[in-house]
Every structure is written in structure tokens, then in C-alpha cells.
């Protein structure tokens, strides 16, 4: 464990929470977050840093409130959605804690389980990843999905985080200073942690049902996710182009085998029809239009990389009861920034 941050000062513990439309759920998810607080109180400060990711309900305002009534408490509003991954980084980029954990709005990662990685976090380790036992409330297809997603990630992926390990984990601040130094556009944080490697310690927990409201996750977006994270984190599906094209002619190269044995042997001509041909074209034109469209995700990623957009822009934030960068441009956080750095 490292030190705290001041001389005779309690090591400071920040929670990063990503919210979007998350009213239904706030009270809950208030009265969790205090619970917890108090519960680290005796040896640790607490710091809450709530990220609104460009919500359309009320949930900005039920953050600023929290904030004007708990010194704990700061809150991040964005400039529009930038997704649950970016939220998370500009979370990340903010908190100024010894020790930052994150978890989700909804509850379904359990708060006092925290406490359970900060004695983790006292024996040595530098990243603490939450490990899901059981997911109650999921439906069979989205149990099966993520658990052949898992393998494949772990088979062709270049990252070493746990298998069933989300964005619930605990990383100490050298760990976060090295995650903030990856930059990149499309982010997939949970194998981005596991590539920086550190000291890393498990904890298993059973992971709950949403306390209230509906997934931010539809299908499309697990979708999209999952392809960053294979296209972040592996140049394999570029390598499918040899597979397929190996597979290709092998194909062909029977086909022909077997026309000529057919044709030494019967008398059968070469070319008895149209079928071997079209099958064959409409082979290798679908191959090489899909081959093309991986190679077109790497290259769109280099794109997007390329123009070196900041990842999000900061509309307003609040805290210890008084509002703060409301006014004038929005921004992001980077290392050199008075609120970003550590």
C-alpha cells in the first residue's frame, strides 16, 4: 500500500461512478456510496467522483444536490455522451485518491465489496480486479455470449485480466498514473488494465440484479464493445485474411483435383456447368469483401486516432457545495491540468 497523500493525513479512497440516466436509481446508489464511506471512515478518506455522461433525465441534478450537501462528493458533467468507457477514463483523470475503485451506477456491482479489495489493495497489490461468481438477473443468451466472448478474448487477446473480471476493480495511484499515459480512442479500460501489468490480487463476488431502472448495454453496444476490444487488443482478425484465403484454395484445389480425376477416368469435360463457377466467384468475392472490412475497422481506428480529438469535454463540475467550470470552453482533463493531476 502506498502513502497518503499529506503528512498525519488518512490515505484518501476515490469512487468513481459513470452515470447515465441513472435517476431511478440515484437514491439507492446515494445511500449506498455514504454507507460505504462510513464504513472506510476510521482509516481512510473517502472521495465520490460521479461522472454524468451527457444523461437526458434528472440525474445531473440529483449529483449537483449530493455534491451541495456532501463535501465528498464531486461531480463531472459532460459535454454530451461519450459512452460508459470514456466517462470511466474521465473519471479516472480526476480522482485524486491513493487507491481509486470503480464500479457502476446500478448497483449490480456491490459497494461493500470495496472494503474487501482496499485489504487487498493493504497486502501489496496494485490492481484489485472484481471477479463475477454468478451474475443474478442476466439472461441465459447474454451468460452465454459473455463467457464465450471471455475465451476468445483470452485466446486471442494480448492482455492478461482475469476472465469474468468487468470494470469493477481497484487500482492504486502509480497503477492509474500508467493508465492514464494510454490515450487511445476506442477504449476497452478492463484490457487496457491488464496490459500495464503491476501487482494484481482477485476478489470473487456475486454480482446483483440492476436496484432499479434498464441496461445501458443493449445488444448493438455489447456488440461494438466486444469488436474494440478484439481490434484494440489483437491483430488476429487481420489474420484471418491467410486462414481464409489458405482455406480458399485448398477448396479449389480439390475442386480441380477432382474434376480431373473425373475427366481421366470418365471422360466427364472439365467444365460440366455454370454452378462450380459461381460458387467459386461468390466465394472469394465475399472473402475478400470481409477481409476488407477488417482491414477498413484498423484503418478507421487509425483515423480516428490520428486527429487526436480530446476523448471527452468537460460541460460543468461541481463540488463541496460550489459549482465550478461552468462557464467558458469545455475541456478535458490530461495530466498537466491543476484537476487532473496528482
Not at 490515505?11 to 435517476?23: A, D, G, K, T
Not at 468487468?166 to 490515450?183: H, Q, V, Y
Not at 484471418?240 to 477432382?258: E, R
Not at 459461381?278 to 475478400?288: N, Y
Request: proline letters at 4%.
Amino acid at each position: 500500500m502506498e502513502e497518503g497523500t499529506g503528512q498525519g493525513c488518512q490515505p484518501l479512497v476515490s469512487l468513481v461512478i459513470p452515470c447515465y440516466n441513472e435517476q431511478e436509481v440515484f437514491p439507492a446508489l446515494r445511500g449506498a456510496l455514504v454507507s460505504l464511506a462510513e464504513r472506510l471512515a476510521p482509516k481512510y478518506r473517502a472521495e465520490l467522483v460521479l461522472v454524468d455522461d451527457g444523461s437526458r433525465d434528472s440525474t445531473w441534478d440529483h449529483i449537483v444536490e449530493f455534491a451541495r450537501q456532501d463535501a465528498r462528493v464531486r461531480g463531472i458533467a459532460l459535454s454530451r455522451n461519450f459512452g460508459h468507457q470514456v466517462a470511466l477514463t474521465c473519471g479516472y483523470d480526476l480522482a485524486s485518491g491513493d487507491a481509486v475503485v470503480s464500479l457502476d451506477a446500478d448497483l449490480q456491482d456491490p459497494p461493500e465489496v470495496v472494503v474487501e479489495f482496499v485489504r487487498a489493495w493493504e497486502k501489496g497489490a496494485d490492481v484489485v480486479f472484481g471477479v463475477r461468481k454468478t451474475r443474478q438477473g442476466e439472461s441465459r443468451f447474454k451468460l452465454w455470449t459473455a463467457a464465450w466472448f471471455y475465451r476468445l478474448f483470452q485466446a486471442v487477446g494480448h492482455a492478461s485480466a482475469p476472465a469474468h473480471s468487468g470494470d469493477f476493480r481497484l487500482m492504486s495511484k502509480r497503477s492509474l498514473l500508467a493508465l492514464r499515459r494510454l490515450r487511445e480512442k476506442h477504449r476497452y479500460i478492463r484490457g487496457m488494465v491488464g496490459w500495464i501489468g503491476f501487482r494484481t490480487a482477485t476478489v470473487e463476488y456475486d454480482r446483483m440484479p440492476r436496484a432499479a431502472g434498464v441496461t445501458k448495454y443493449p445488444l448493438r453496444r455489447m456488440l461494438a464493445f466486444s469488436l474494440d476490444a478484439l481490434v484494440s487488443f489483437s491483430s488476429f482478425p487481420l489474420r484471418l485474411a491467410y486462414v481464409f484465403a489458405i482455406a480458399g484454395c485448398l477448396v479449389v484445389l480439390a475442386y480441380l483435383v477432382n474434376a480431373l480425376v473425373r475427366y481421366l477416368a470418365y471422360g466427364t469435360p472439365l467444365v460440366p456447368g455454370w454452378t462450380s463457377l459461381i460458387v467459386t466467384v461468390t466465394l472469394f468475392g465475399s472473402l475478400t469483401l470481409f477481409c476488407l472490412g477488417l482491414v477498413g475497422e484498423y484503418v478507421g481506428r487509425i483515423y480516428d486516432q490520428s486527429k487526436n480529438r480530446p476523448l471527452y469535454l468537460i460541460r460543468e463540475m461541481v463540488r463541496e457545495g460550489a459549482e465550478a467550470g461552468s462557464e467558458g470552453a469545455p475541456t478535458e482533463a490530461t495530466e498537466g491540468d491543476s484537476y487532473g493531476s496528482n
